[in-house]
């Protein structure tokens, strides 16, 4: 089986995976952070000096980082628990049609309690313009939510231009960066961001471990969805992971540290695969050709089903655009909302590539792309698609 699914997740690497295991059986680290004893305190200094190292990596202080479960409690957190916390300024919210299902439905769940949320619709490279979000931007505002990287199409988002506009209406602006973190970099005062979601397991981390970002001069309070004790300064009750938090730390250093080196290589593999997969009559690529994370490549393929093709590609764990949710016969929202039709959108698959993928399985996945659309293309009940010859 060759995994072309970091995207979906990435394996835990294996320093990480030693940090973590060194914590769990330690006698030294098995104590709880919020303790006054000496190995409480001990515990303490581990989790500070790590959200010290983590906040530092994004350009943040230690005290305006929060550890959570991952970047889907850290949206909610950070959308729900700002407009909830500001809801006697306004009560109106902005962000994409293109966002994480944590985003869109923190935003469904606020609109059930009777506030308006602005969906916008980006360009057919999947790309949002700035201006539009300005334009949203009402008296009511007080959260603009748009992702850094898109996770099914990799489309990169202008989050600093965008962050200069919200900065300038006084809108608190959050981002989703559980796919851009150890790909580019983040500068959250450069890029003028108040809220930033991060995840462990979209870079070589463990699962269930997150943190938010909340800047300390524009964003002091969220509404807590937890209650409970006074953890992370009440704003995320229960007591601390140690574990989970050093091994998201140790995994983040890893990919900040190559973060000159790692990203280039896995585009050049990316390009590969696509300059390759790219002659094949009548396959599409979906989402911008430049503005586009080293990792993620998704294409769509005329005259072949979506769910035969990951069958014929079933050496391979893949992503169809659908696979982020549970209902998987669905097409995929965010390749509709580009202006795909619902069967070039389900005719998708998405190949993302990591730290551990290699030219040769680029090469397999490209020959065996090439079978299965050729094979499929035969049996077709659509036919030969426009334009192919
Ligand atoms: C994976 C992902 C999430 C959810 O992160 P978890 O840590 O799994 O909760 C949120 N947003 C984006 C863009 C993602 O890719």
């Known amino acids: 089986m060759i995994y072309l699914d970091y995207a979906a997740t990435t394996p835990v690497d294996e320093r990480v995976a030693e940090v973590m295991s060194r914590c769990l059986v330690s006698p030294e680290l098995f104590a709880n952070s919020a303790s006054s004893h000496a190995p409480g305190r001990r515990v303490n200094q581990a989790i500070e000096s790590a959200r010290e190292q983590v906040a530092g990596m994004i350009n943040a202080a230690a005290r305006e980082l929060i550890w959570t479960s991952g970047a889907t409690e850290s949206d909610n957190l950070a959308i729900i628990g700002a407009a909830r916390f500001r809801s006697n300024r306004g009560r109106h919210l902005v ?50 939510s748009i992702m850094h990287v898109n996770n099914e199409t990799g489309v990169i988002q202008d989050i600093r231009a965008i962050g200069e506009i919200c900065r300038s209406r006084d809108v608190l602006f959050h981002v989703d960066a559980a796919q851009s973190f150890g790909r580019l970099p983040i500068d959250v005062r450069a890029d003028h961001i108040d809220m930033l979601s991060l995840s462990a397991h979209k870079t070589y981390g463990p699962k269930g471990a997150g943190a938010l970002f909340l800047d300390a001069r524009r964003i002091g309070r969220v509404a807590p969805l937890l209650h409970g004790g006074g953890h992370e300064r009440g704003l995320r009750p229960g007591t601390l992971p140690t574990h989970q938090v050093l091994g998201m730390s140790k995994a983040l250093e890893i990919a900040q540290r190559n973060l000159a080196g790692e990203p280039p290589r896995i585009a050049a593999l990316r390009d590969h695969l696509w300059q390759r997969i790219s002659t094949i009559p009548a396959v599409q690529l979906n989402g911008h050709e430049a503005r586009r994370s080293c990792h993620i490549l998704n294409v769509s393929v005329a005259g072949v089903e979506g769910e035969s093709l990951l069958y014929g590609m079933r050496d391979f764990a893949l992503s169809s655009g659908s696979a982020c949710i549970s209902d998987a016969a669905e097409p995929s929202y965010v390749l509709k909302s580009l202006g795909r039709s619902d069967q070039l959108a389900q005719g998708s698959v998405r190949f993302s590539l990591g730290r551990f993928t290699t030219r040769a399985e680029v090469d397999q996945a490209a020959d065996a792309f090439a079978a299965t659309v050729a094979r499929l293309r035969d049996l077709s009940p659509y036919g030969l698609p426009d334009g192919m010859d």
Request: glycine share 4%; charged share 25%.
């Open 95 to 144: 962000t994409s049609v293109t966002e994480h299902k944590a985003v869109l439905d923190s935003c469904h769940a606020l609109e059930k309690e009777g506030f308006d949320v602005s969906f916008l619709h980006p360009d057919e490279f999947g790309v949002l313009a700035p201006e539009d979000v300005s334009a949203a931007i009402t008296e009511a505002t007080t959260v603009v």
